[in-house]
C-alpha cells in the first residue's frame, strides 16, 4: 500500500519533471560537454530522462523496478562501451535506448489520447514529452543505422559513429527533421534511411494536427459543461 502512495506521488510530479531533463538534454548538456567528458554527460541526462519515464508510465512497483533496471543497464552498458570501445556493447545500448524510448512515447501519447480527459497543465506538459519522446527515438534509431551501415547518413563528425559526439548529432538532426526545418548539415545516403527521415517528418505533423484538434475539443467540451454546470435548474427545462 505504502509504496502504491509513493508511486502516485510520484506521478503527480512525473511530466514536469520529464520536461525539465529534456531541458537539460537539448539545451544544458552542449555547454557542459566544453567542461566534463562529453559522453558521460550525455549517457547521465539521457538516464535522467529515462528515470523520469519510469515514474510517468510505471503503476506498479515491479514495473518501476524492471524499468529502472533496463535503463541503468543502458547507461551501464554505453559508459562500458565508451571505456573499453567494445562496438558490441555500444549496439546492445543503443538497441535499449530504441526500444525503451519506443516504450516510454506509446505509454505517454497512450495516456494523453485515451486516458485524460480534462485540459490541465499535466496534460499539456505531457503532450509536449510524447512528443519529445517520439524525437528521441528516431534519435536512437538513426545511430543503430549508422552503426550498423557508416554509409546511411552524411554529416561529417556529427554523425561519426566512432565519435562520442555522434548521439548528440542524431538527437539533433531527429529534432530538425520532426519538426520539418531540414538545415540540410545532416542528409540520409541510404534508401532505407531516407524512408524513415520522411515518416518521422510526417510523425511530426501528424502529432501536431491530432494534439491541437484533441486539446481544442476537450476545451470546448470543459467550457459546454461548466457553462450548463453554472445555470439554475429552470433554465434547463
Not at 548538456?29 to 559522453?39: G, K, Y
Not at 550525455?42 to 515514474?55: F, K, Y
Request: charged fraction near 10%.
Amino acid at each position: 500500500m505504502r509504496e502504491r502512495v509513493v508511486i502516485a506521488t510520484l506521478k503527480r510530479l512525473g511530466y514536469p519533471y520529464m520536461l525539465v531533463s529534456f531541458g537539460l538534454l537539448l539545451l544544458v548538456s552542449p555547454i557542459l560537454e566544453n567542461v566534463i567528458q562529453r559522453t558521460l554527460v550525455l549517457d547521465t541526462l539521457v538516464l535522467l530522462v529515462l528515470i523520469s519515464g519510469v515514474i510517468v508510465v510505471s503503476t506498479r512497483p515491479i514495473q518501476v523496478i524492471l524499468s529502472l533496471v533496463m535503463a541503468f543497464g543502458m547507461f551501464l552498458l554505453g559508459r562500458l562501451s565508451s571505456i573499453s570501445g567494445s562496438s558490441t556493447l555500444g549496439l546492445i545500448a543503443m538497441l535499449i535506448g530504441v526500444c525503451f524510448f519506443s516504450y516510454l512515447a506509446v505509454a505517454v501519447i497512450r495516456d494523453i489520447v485515451t486516458v485524460r480527459r480534462r485540459v490541465n497543465a499535466d496534460m499539456i506538459f505531457g503532450s509536449l514529452c510524447g512528443y519529445l519522446l517520439v524525437g528521441m527515438v528516431f534519435a536512437f534509431l538513426y545511430q543503430v543505422m549508422q552503426y550498423l551501415d557508416p554509409a546511411s547518413f552524411a554529416g561529417g563528425k556529427w554523425v561519426d559513429i566512432n565519435d562520442g559526439a555522434a548521439l548528440r548529432g542524431f538527437i539533433y538532426f531527429s529534432f530538425v527533421t520532426l519538426s520539418t526545418l531540414g538545415y540540410g548539415d545532416i542528409v540520409p545516403e541510404t534508401i532505407e534511411a531516407g524512408s524513415f527521415v520522411y515518416m518521422e517528418a510526417i510523425i511530426g505533423q501528424i502529432y501536431l494536427a491530432v494534439l491541437v484538434a484533441r486539446l481544442v475539443g476537450l476545451n470546448i467540451a470543459q467550457q459546454a459543461e461548466s457553462h450548463v454546470g453554472d445555470q439554475p435548474p429552470s433554465s434547463l427545462l
